[in-house]
């Protein structure tokens, strides 16, 4: 027997077994980690990355996120030599780049 839309409700229900599953990794992270992230107003990629890092956040009390906007904090930008965001940072050290 042929139910419309049955194969979409299935594939729905398993992105939402895995997404409850990557929640629960998250929460079972351990160690401290100390993200920062760089970010422009006018980056496209930005907003995802600071709302993937602050979601972590608050998951998991032993990860914590700090969102700098570049164009207030230009000195920082000046000092680490950013050259491109989203930059991130885990515990002071450039981190997710060939750094």
Not at 40 to 66: F, G
Not at 78 to 96: C, D, I, K, S
Request: glycine content about 8%.
């Amino acid at each position: 027997m042929y139910v419309p839309g049955a194969g979409a409700a299935v594939d729905r229900w398993s992105s939402v077994k895995e997404a409850q599953a990557l929640l629960e990794q998250i929460r079972d992270i351990d160690g401290d980690f100390e993200f920062e992230t760089y970010y422009s107003l006018s980056c496209h990629n930005c907003p995802d990355v600071v709302q993937a890092l602050n979601l972590m956040s608050v998951l998991n009390p032993r990860i914590k996120h700090t969102a700098i906007d570049g164009g207030t904090f230009q000195n920082e930008i000046t000092e680490r030599n950013v050259m491109g965001v989203p930059a991130v940072y885990l515990n002071g050290r450039e981190f997710g780049r060939d750094a």
